[in-house]
């Protein structure tokens, strides 16, 4: 496996090695992530790994500074997943300049749920993959469906751009106890993490609900966030919404597809969930 920290090695690298399947990271790796490198391998061409921690997609006040650096380690995972390059550029090399191009996705799906809660936060997301895509050039992009939002940003990014790339949804892997893994879960205390789990129980119970159709969404809503701040969480959304907009479904689409959405903080921990049904 070669590691590579320049663009200029990474397209001479890929200039030999032909068209590839890219795993997009911010590094400090779990089972997830390695999860979707195996994915990228079976199309059976090189995978490619980036592990970049974006400054653009991170506000001021989150946790730009303490987001944990592990590239050795991450390396080796890699490794031992299957991976054949990683690409791991520093800040100058990615942002040579201040970044005045930046790209902006509809805000009818962007500035919803994760963009109302953390403006800003696509914009950063879908300039730093438009950059990494013009480097990388892959044939298949794949991204964890942890971030359900994020993914269809990205895949409405792919069409509107016409990229020749195929963007790939992993599915979400989870602890024993069904935690979703999360580089974020490394900051929980053992109580914190023992209680991180009634999150992914919530969503399971907020879809239950919606399934049994016999409450409207919004008081089935409004039980969660009550119940999950009961147990001593700030949350920021619990929701029910159409998987391919994140809209509100009408009665007629109760029967779905939908998905269940979760935002909500454990101590100064924020975590993300979310369910399809």
């Known amino acids: 496996m070669q590691t590579l920290h320049t663009i200029a090695e990474l ?4 200039a030999a090695a032909g068209p590839c399947a890219f795993v997009p ?23 490619v790994a980036s592990i970049f921690v974006n400054r653009l997609q991170f506000a001021p006040h989150e946790d730009f500074d303490r987001y944990p650096r592990t590239l050795a380690q991450d390396c080796d995972k890699l490794q031992a997943a299957g991976c054949d390059l990683v690409f791991a550029p520093d800040e100058a090399e990615m942002y040579p300049q201040p970044q005045g191009y930046k790209v902006h996705p509809e805000p009818a799906l962007a500035d919803i749920l994760e963009g109302h809660f953390r ?3 696509f914009v950063g997301v879908a300039t730093i993959v438009m950059k990494l895509f013009g480097c990388v050039q892959p044939r298949v992009a794949i991204f964890g469906k942890k971030d359900y ?28 106890d069904g935690l979703a893994l999360s ?3 490394g900051y929980l205390d053992a109580a914190q993490r023992s209680e991180a789990v009634a999150l992914s129980r919530a969503l399971r119970a907020l879809a ?9 969404l919004d008081v089935l809503e409004a039980q969660a966030l ?5 147990r001593g969480w700030a949350p920021d959304y619990l929701t029910v919404r159409c998987r391919d907009t994140l809209l509100a479904p009408t009665d ?9 959405l979760g935002a909500a903080r454990i101590g100064g921990t924020r975590l993300i969930d979310n369910l399809e049904f």
């Open 11 to 14: 397209r001479s690298a890929l």
């Open 25 to 47: 990271t911010m590094g400090n790796l779990h089972e997830g992530h390695l999860a979707l490198i195996r994915q990228a391998g079976a199309h059976k061409l090189p995978v």
């Open 119 to 121: 403006p800003g936060f």
């Open 149 to 176: 939002q994020q993914l269809l940003v990205l895949r409405r990014l792919v069409s509107q751009f016409n990229l020749p790339i195929t963007v790939e949804g992993g599915e979400t892997t989870r602890a024993d």
């Open 183 to 185: 580089s974020r879960n």
């Open 208 to 216: 239950d609900g919606a399934r049994d159709g016999a409450q409207p």
């Open 226 to 230: 009550v119940e999950l701040t009961g």
């Open 252 to 260: 007629a689409q109760r029967g779905g597809p939908l998905v269940a």
